[in-house]
């Protein structure tokens, strides 16, 4: 077994959230929204806050503000919640120096939509490519249904992250992580 999350050391490092949903003066961000680069930056802007090589990197879409919503729930559960472009996950990684990156969804990265998978497909050779470009090629760990809502609602924008995993051989998936900030 090659994936395996049970030897990953914990994770303490400076950590950055970046308030997408803010940003564009919503609660939520709507179902297949692309995250930019330019929204990363223009977020980041509104914050005051600079990323630095190593940063934990938290996106909010406040989509997990929908959680104890047993209807809008289940937008959560089907991947239907605005996610992360493919471009932005590499100026994070490649121009930044990101370490880890997460958000309050559950896929971390952009859905398409039905019309619009044929497109996705086509652009990116991938349903996935930013968990194939995170994960595969960089080795680079992600955070999902981290929930940032009270992180927003005091517009912290960076705290202490700290993470560690469950020590189960054979766990790939977040459930077995439990991320903390401190601030």
Sequence with gaps: RKADASGIPPIIARGVMIDVAAYKGVDALPAHYGITVADLQGALK????????????????????YWDDAEKRDLLAAHDTAGLLLEGAKWLVEQNGTMLLGSDTSGL????????????WKKYGSFMPVHNYLLINQGIHIGEF?????????????????????????TTAGFALRPIALY
């Excluded at 509104?46 to 503000?65: A, H």
């Excluded at 929930?147 to 700290?162: A, I």
């Design 46 to 65: 509104r914050q005051g806050t600079e990323l630095k090589p190593g940063d934990v990197v938290m996106i909010r879409t406040g989509s997990i503000q």
């Design 109 to 120: 990265e952009y859905w398409p939509n039905e019309a619009d998978t044929p497109a996705h």
């Design 146 to 170: 981290h929930n940032l809502e009270e992180l927003s609602e005091e517009k912290v924008y960076e705290f202490c992250y700290v993470c560690t995993t469950a020590k189960i051989r054979g």
